[in-house]
């Protein structure tokens, strides 16, 4: 492929102000063949596409959670969003570095919590998980949480990231 058939084609994909046209095809035709982009336009182009699609992602975030959680492959809470601590009434910082196990969570019967635990160890996504906690004032707070499974380039599970529904609170 010449470098201006490579150059229309990835100015194809986009529309004229940067952002992904998702009706226009990235693909060659030769689906064995891997085209390297020039620079220039194109690069403008590709990482205005990137800038739009990264304000679009922060947006549906802020839009479609009260927040967000992840954990390593341990299964330990290494971050959680901003508005976490504020939202569950609980610390960040109490719970970083621990297991939902580690911090006692209400979870109704310990086959419940053991279901999860080896559901979390396939490695596959779970949905509407429920679990109390109490909140650092004494209430008593509900979640329904969901997380997809990470994977690093080479396929190793690196942890889950996920969100939860705030589904009551009892004082």
């Known amino acids: ?18 952002r992904p046209n998702p009706g226009l095809s990235k693909r060659s035709n030769d689906s064995a063949s891997c085209r390297t982009l020039g620079g220039g336009a194109d690069t403008e182009r590709i990482e205005a596409a990137l800038r739009f699609s990264e304000q679009r992602f922060r947006d549906f975030a802020a839009a479609s959670s009260d927040w967000f959680w992840e954990c390593d492959a341990t299964l330990r809470f290494t971050w959680f969003s901003e508005s ?3 939202l569950c009434g609980v610390s960040v910082q109490r719970l970083i570095g621990r297991t939902r ?8 019967d310990d086959a419940a919590i053991e279901a999860h635990m080896a559901e979390l160890r396939t490695h596959r996504p779970f949905r509407d998980f429920r ?3 109490q909140t650092d004032r004494g209430e008593q707070v509900w ?9 690093d380039a080479s396929g190793g599970f690196q942890g889950y990231r996920g969100q939860p529904a705030t589904l009551r609170r009892k004082s």
């Open 1 to 18: 492929m010449t470098k201006a058939a490579t150059n229309e084609s990835a100015a194809a994909t986009l529309s004229r102000d940067g």
């Open 84 to 86: 976490a601590e504020t």
């Open 101 to 108: 196990r580690d911090l006692g969570l209400g979870f109704g």
């Open 131 to 133: 679990y109390r906690t």
């Open 143 to 151: 979640f329904s949480i969901s997380g997809v499974p990470v994977f």
